[in-house]
């Protein structure tokens, strides 16, 4: 079970930067956009907890914000686009299945963004099945996505959540020097290498690397962020193994242990090239907008920072 100890920590920051939104200066009659919230939680340490507590307490008086709620997961190719994109380099392990940037319909979730910064009426927001094809997933048919702003009033705060939204590509020398590094304890240590960045080829890891360039158009849009960091991130992998379990015991199907695994050595690269220019801060040029929280093994917060 997961208790949720970063809502008290969460809910506060975002509503002073809210108030603080809301009354920024602006041409008179232009109406307040939309607050929107960048959420990057390592998979596994919490995050869907902390952003039901979030949602359900933003909803509720004394704030009674209308509030929009989506997984960048949401925004996954469908599963024959993936495929797709598979093939295009089969010896690529970092785009063989959904995870890495490139694999999100990056067009569809900044049309969908873009629908709701402007306050349009019923804007639908896409649903992604991950038990689909055995675990492998697919979009759901439209006549199961959420329809949202049906109303008249229409969403004044926006979270969009995952375990890359944020992340920021590395100029090319360092991308070099990182993977550099990493080849070289891979290397030196053997087995007793726990990372997967020195063991991906370093074209593979370009290739993910420069199609994160495009995820700016999704970071850049936020007003506040929140890191749900980890103490070490090799927890991810017994998280990803618990949380996969749970989804075969709800729905009968997924993947096995072994696939979890190897599901998860696919976006851990990841972890080690962007993590740290994460922490730092994921809005250059805004200060105190980003709230880190970093969990330990058993998810609960050790330490928390305002950068």
């Not at 009659?29 to 340490?45: C, H, I, M, S, T």
């Not at 307490?57 to 994109?85: C, G, K, M, N, W």
């Not at 038990?131 to 229409?154: H, I, L, M, T």
Request: aromatic share 8%; net charge negative; charged share 30%.
């Amino acid at each position: 079970m997961i208790v949720d100890d970063k809502s008290d920590h969460v809910v506060p920051f975002l509503l002073r930067l809210l108030d603080r939104h809301r009354n920024a200066p602006r041409p008179a009659g232009e109406p307040v956009r939309p607050f929107v919230v960048g959420l990057n939680g390592v998979q596994g340490a919490g995050k869907t907890t902390l952003v039901s507590a979030l949602q359900r307490t933003l909803r509720s008086p004394p704030y009674s914000l209308p509030t929009a709620v989506i997984s960048i997961d949401e925004f996954y190719l469908t599963h024959a686009d993936q495929e797709r994109l598979a093939a295009s380099d089969s010896s690529n392990p970092l785009i063989q299945h959904r995870g890495q940037p490139s694999t999100h319909d990056l067009p569809l979730a900044r049309d969908t963004l873009a629908a709701l910064c402007n306050r349009r009426s019923n804007v639908p927001i896409p649903v992604y099945d991950k038990s689909a094809f055995n675990g492998a997933g697919d979009r759901a048919p439209k006549a199961q996505w959420e329809v949202v702003n049906e109303g008249e009033e229409s969403v004044d705060f926006i979270l969009l959540e995952g375990w890359c939204v944020g992340f920021r590509a590395l100029e090319d020398g360092d991308l070099e020097q990182k993977w550099s590094e990493a080849k070289d304890k891979a290397e030196r240590h053997g087995e007793a290498y726990k990372g997967r960045l020195g063991k991906e080829r370093s074209e593979h890891v370009r290739f993910v690397n420069d199609k994160l360039k495009d995820y700016d158009e999704l970071t850049n849009i936020f007003d506040a962020f929140v890191f749900i960091d980890a103490e070490d991130t090799q927890y991810v992998y017994d998280w990803r193994l618990q949380q996969e379990r749970a989804l075969r015991a709800d729905k009968g199907t997924g993947m096995t242990d072994d696939q979890v695994i190897n599901f998860v050595n696919g976006y851990y690269p990841a972890y080690e090239l962007y993590s740290e220019t994460l922490r730092q801060g994921a809005l250059p040029g805004k200060q105190g907008v980003q709230l880190n929280l970093t969990v330990g093994k058993d998810r609960r917060v050790k330490h928390v920072e305002v950068r």
